[in-house]
């Protein structure tokens, strides 16, 4: 009997998380903070945080990244070019986001060194940082 009630318990858990239960890839539509953790490249290359996410209406996503240096001309992201603006001596970018629960691949190219280098870093989000923006 209890060897029944167990696999009830499971089977029920499972079913929750299939079912949508689990914590969604990306918060509902609105501006929020978030923590990020660059990691790749040198070392050097630092990137603002917290960031802003933005999602929108339709459940696409897209994070602000603030580079800290200017010498950043464009980042792929999913292979899509993303071109930056120029902010007080930062390239700052707006670049999709599927999940804040999966660690996103990017390569941004630096004109830092004596000819390009495309760098390919990972953006790891802080889920538990998440704070609606005010």
Do not use: N
């Amino acid at each position: 009997m209890k060897k029944r009630i167990i696999v009830f318990a499971l089977a029920a858990v499972l079913l929750l998380a299939a079912t949508g239960c689990a914590k969604p890839a990306l918060p509902k539509e609105g501006t929020y903070t978030i923590g990020v953790t660059l990691t790749g490249g040198t070392g050097k290359a630092k990137i603002q945080s917290p960031a802003e996410l933005v999602v929108f209406q339709d459940g696409h996503a897209s994070l602000v990244v603030i580079w800290s240096s200017d010498k950043y001309d464009y980042m792929l992201v999913d292979g899509e070019r993303y071109l930056p603006s120029i902010k007080d001596g930062h390239a700052t970018f707006l670049i999709p986001v599927k999940s804040i629960r999966e660690p996103l691949q990017v390569i941004a190219d630096t004109t830092a060194m004596s000819t390009p280098h495309e760098i390919e870093y990972t953006i790891t989000f802080d889920a538990a940082s998440l704070t609606p923006a005010s």
